[in-house]
């Protein structure tokens, strides 16, 4: 059984940036197409970026075009995520997810694609 750990949320003003790491115990992150998600207290789900198991393609949310950067170091088993220009709306838990699935296609921003979660890191952005 594979467990996700999310790492490297925390407080930073607007404009600043933070770096969110999904790392995997039980089966190598190579093996899995990684996601990220971020959920508040009442609201829907969010596509934020999606990144395939070999690292070349990506996907990304409208809300992140441009200032999020998904990508992975499988020997170091990690997948980063890097958030830049962060906007008091980005404030929520970021949630990172793994797919085994064989293929890899815009489906992949679907929550439901994916068959493992990690618990969550807050990240808070002030204005």
């Known amino acids: 059984q594979v467990q996700l750990v999310e790492s490297g949320g925390g407080l930073v003003q607007a404009g600043g940036s933070l770096r969110l790491s999904c790392a995997t115990s039980g089966r190598p992150v190579g093996s899995y197409h990684i996601g990220w998600f971020r959920q508040g207290p009442g609201t829907e789900r969010e596509f934020v970026a999606a990144?395939?198991?070999?690292?070349?393609?990506?996907n990304y949310g409208d809300s992140v075009k441009g200032r999020f950067t998904i990508s992975r170091d499988n020997p170091k088993n990690a997948v980063y995520l890097q958030m830049n220009s962060l906007k008091p709306e980005d404030t929520t838990v970021y949630y990172c997810a793994a797919s085994l699935d064989p293929s890899f296609d815009s489906r992949f921003s679907l929550a439901y694609m994916y068959s493992y979660w990690g618990q969550g890191t807050q990240v808070t952005v002030s204005s």
């Open positions: 990144i395939n198991r070999g690292g070349i393609t990506t």
